[in-house]
């Protein structure tokens, strides 16, 4: 049944799968946190070719790699949801409720971005969460169908561009290839293998920097770079929020089936993504992760395949916190959940301040394995202060901020 926390009527479950998502997309994010851009999408590109980085690339491709934003996603879409049942219960709004806590959400994307980490997906959310507002009183298994057909036809396009790659890459290795198609599938084998040196020394000298420099390189050449790379992810993230809110309507993600139904779940969609996903991290790997096999099989194949592992990782989660009512650990996560704003900003401005040449410079210093020293110290820092905090205030720091905006009036924050 569902469990509620102190005086908000919270789903401890919900709290709990956003704490372990929040948590879990460090586990990608820091590879473009630490190093050059290219190396998100191949440990060849830099600092990463020893068995043992490679090994780890493996695991977090097959565990991490879109599941724990697809995750984020999900509970997105469920949170926004109850968001808005709880206002029209209250006979408020729905629609000012929503929309000005997706303006908001926009504008601290936008500063996320621009101000902060360029790797932002609050953004994304906002805008995708005003087109999900519309799908609000659609039936549990038309959520659940639409999703996935969202989700197919991503791949589907990722799978059309692969092609087109390829067809570009063959004409370029022609014997007398046009100079400008040479050039165009350069760029993209420098954007997704191996940089070319001065690329290289380009993007190490600039995160080694100074402050000034790097918001200049934001606001300047790499402006676009955020709203591009979300763009990739709009069909498949509505997809995702589609399912979180089916999940909320059927008392999925709000604890309420028994442990049997979670763990048969977990069982099935690990049985079905976990080989696959091996399998096509084995290729990767023995094809040198070239650009063409990134994008058909790390981009196509596994949008397509990671839903099934997503709802896996819910489903234990679940199961988890059934099994564990009362667990002094799972507060600490629920609370990290609660915190979940907080967290993902706050991650964001450690983790540069670790890196970036304003901070301590480590930007480029650490291997792919040592990198994760710093995600389990910036984890325990999360599960430190989260629940203190909501023991003493009602919400953490930004999520009070952003309830205070969206609300036109500052709430109260203390117990």
Same mark, same amino acid.
């Given at each position: 049944?569902?469990?509620?926390?102190?005086?908000?009527? +919270?789903?401890?479950?919900? *709290?709990?799968?956003?704490?372990?998502?929040?948590?879990?997309?460090?586990?990608?994010?820091?590879?473009?946190?630490?190093?050059?851009?290219?190396?998100?999408?191949?440990?060849?590109?830099?600092?990463?070719?020893?068995?043992?980085?490679?090994?780890?690339?493996?695991?977090?491709?097959?565990?991490?790699?879109?599941?724990? +934003?697809?995750?984020?996603?999900?509970?997105?879409?469920?949170?926004?949801?109850?968001?808005?049942?709880?206002?029209?219960?209250?006979?408020?709004?729905?629609?000012?409720?929503?929309?000005?806590?997706?303006?908001?959400?926009?504008?601290?994307?936008?500063?996320?971005?621009?101000?902060?980490?360029?790797?932002?997906?609050?953004?994304?959310?906002?805008?995708?969460?005003?087109?999900?507002?519309?799908?609000?009183?659609?039936?549990?298994?038309?959520?659940?169908?639409?999703?996935?057909?969202?989700?197919?036809?991503?791949?589907?396009?990722?799978?059309?561009?692969?092609?087109?790659?390829?067809?570009?890459?063959?004409?370029?290795?022609?014997?007398?290839?046009?100079?400008?198609?040479?050039?165009?599938?350069?760029?993209?084998?420098?954007?997704?293998?191996?940089?070319?040196?001065?690329?290289?020394?380009?993007?190490?000298?600039?995160?080694?920097?100074?402050?000034?420099?790097?918001?200049?390189?934001?606001?300047?050449?790499?402006?676009?770079?955020?709203?591009?790379?979300?763009?990739?992810?709009?069909?498949?993230?509505?997809?995702?929020?589609?399912?979180?809110?089916?999940?909320?309507?059927?008392?999925?993600?709000?604890?309420?089936?028994?442990?049997?139904?979670?763990?048969?779940?977990?069982?099935?969609?690990?049985?079905?993504?976990?080989?696959?996903?091996?399998?096509?991290?084995?290729?990767?790997?023995?094809?040198?992760?070239?650009?063409?096999?990134?994008?058909?099989? *790390?981009?196509?194949?596994?949008?397509?395949?990671?839903?099934?592992?997503?709802?896996?990782?819910?489903?234990?989660?679940? @199961?988890?916190?059934?099994?564990?009512?009362?667990?002094?650990?799972?507060?600490?996560?629920?609370?990290?959940?609660?915190?979940?704003?907080?967290?993902?900003?706050?991650?964001?401005?450690?983790?540069?301040?670790?890196?970036?040449?304003?901070?301590?410079?480590?930007?480029?210093?650490?291997?792919?394995?040592?990198? @994760?020293?710093?995600?389990?110290?910036?984890?325990?820092?999360?599960?430190?202060?989260?629940?203190?905090?909501?023991?003493?205030?009602?919400?953490?720091?930004?999520?009070?901020?952003?309830?205070?905006?969206?609300?036109?009036?500052?709430?109260?924050?203390?117990?």
């Amino acid at each position: 049944m569902a469990s509620t926390a102190s005086t908000d009527s +919270r789903f401890i479950s919900l *709290d709990v799968v956003r704490g372990i998502a929040v948590m879990g997309i460090l586990l990608m994010n820091i590879v473009a946190f630490s190093l050059p851009s290219a190396a998100y999408f191949t440990p060849l590109a830099y600092g990463g070719e020893s068995p043992v980085d490679l090994a780890v690339w493996a695991t977090n491709f097959v565990l991490a790699d879109g599941k724990m +934003r697809g995750l984020f996603s999900v509970l997105f879409g469920a949170s926004m949801l109850l968001v808005i049942q709880r206002a029209e219960a209250k006979e408020q709004s729905p629609a000012l409720t929503h929309y000005s806590r997706m303006t908001w959400l926009l504008l601290f994307g936008a500063i996320h971005a621009y101000a902060i980490w360029y790797g932002d997906i609050l953004m994304l959310y906002a805008v995708i969460g005003s087109i999900a507002f519309f799908f609000r009183k659609m039936e549990t298994h038309k959520l659940v169908v639409l999703g996935i057909i969202l989700i197919a036809v991503q791949a589907i396009f990722l799978a059309l561009l692969a092609g087109s790659i390829w067809l570009l890459r063959e004409s370029a290795l022609a014997p007398g290839a046009d100079a400008e198609l040479v050039r165009q599938w350069l760029a993209i084998d420098a954007q997704f293998g191996t940089m070319p040196p001065d690329k290289l020394a380009e993007e190490l000298a600039r995160y080694r920097g100074n402050y000034a420099d790097i918001l200049a390189h934001r606001l300047g050449p790499g402006f676009w770079d955020p709203i591009q790379a979300n763009l990739t992810a709009a069909l498949d993230t509505l997809g995702l929020m589609l399912l979180g809110m089916a999940g909320l309507k059927s008392g999925f993600l709000t604890g309420e089936w028994d442990r049997a139904s979670y763990a048969r779940y977990a069982r099935t969609g690990y049985l079905i993504g976990l080989p696959l996903l091996t399998g096509i991290a084995l290729i990767t790997m023995a094809n040198g992760f070239d650009a063409v096999t990134i994008f058909a099989l *790390d981009f196509a194949a596994q949008t397509a395949i990671n839903p099934a592992v997503i709802l896996a990782h819910a489903a234990l989660i679940l @199961y988890w916190v059934k099994s564990s009512a009362g667990s002094q650990f799972i507060a600490r996560v629920g609370a990290a959940g609660r915190a979940a704003f907080t967290n993902y900003i706050g991650t964001s401005l450690v983790c540069t301040t670790i890196f970036y040449g304003y901070g301590f410079g480590l930007y480029g210093e650490l291997s792919r394995t040592a990198l @994760y020293i710093v995600v389990l110290c910036v984890w325990v820092l999360i599960l430190l202060w989260s629940k203190p905090w909501l023991e003493r205030f009602r919400y953490g720091p930004l999520e009070w901020l952003w309830r205070s905006l969206a609300r036109r009036e500052l709430q109260p924050i203390r117990k």
